[in-house]
């Protein structure tokens, strides 16, 4: 079992910047790989970004340029650094692991971008 639990959103204003967190409850070696996703109001969830436990980080196009994926190997935390926010990154933004064929949420936090 793996516990993941969110932390860091909030209400900013737009060309502001947030950084979320997700604690994990193992260790970042006993990972597969993780991810942030977002949802907003009445739309499907989708990718922000994606990092394997060794390897490489990938990014969703909106995402390049302004978010950036970050792990603390001591503390278990993975954390979404997001500048230059826009209204349309409005959403709930969850944490994901995969660890073999088990894949894991945490409950999401909101972030909220005014105009």
């Known amino acids: 079992q793996v516990q993941l639990v969110e932390s860091g959103g909030g209400f900013v204003e737009t060309g502001g910047s947030l950084k979320l967190s997700c604690a994990v409850s193992?260790?970042?070696?006993?990972?597969?790989?993780l991810s942030w996703y977002r949802q907003a109001a009445g739309k499907q969830r989708e990718l922000v970004t994606f990092?394997?436990?060794?390897?490489?980080?990938q990014y969703a196009d909106f995402a390049k340029g302004r978010f950036t994926f970050s792990r603390d190997i001591a503390n278990n935390t993975v954390y979404l650094q997001m500048n230059s926010l826009k209204p349309e990154d409005t959403a709930v933004y969850y944490c994901?692991?995969?660890?073999?064929?088990?894949?894991?949420w945490g409950q999401g936090t909101q972030v909220t971008v005014s105009s």
């Open positions: 994901n692991a995969q660890a073999g064929a088990e894949n894991y």
């Open positions: 193992r260790s970042l070696f006993s990972i597969d790989s």
């Open positions: 990092a394997r436990r060794y390897g490489s980080t």
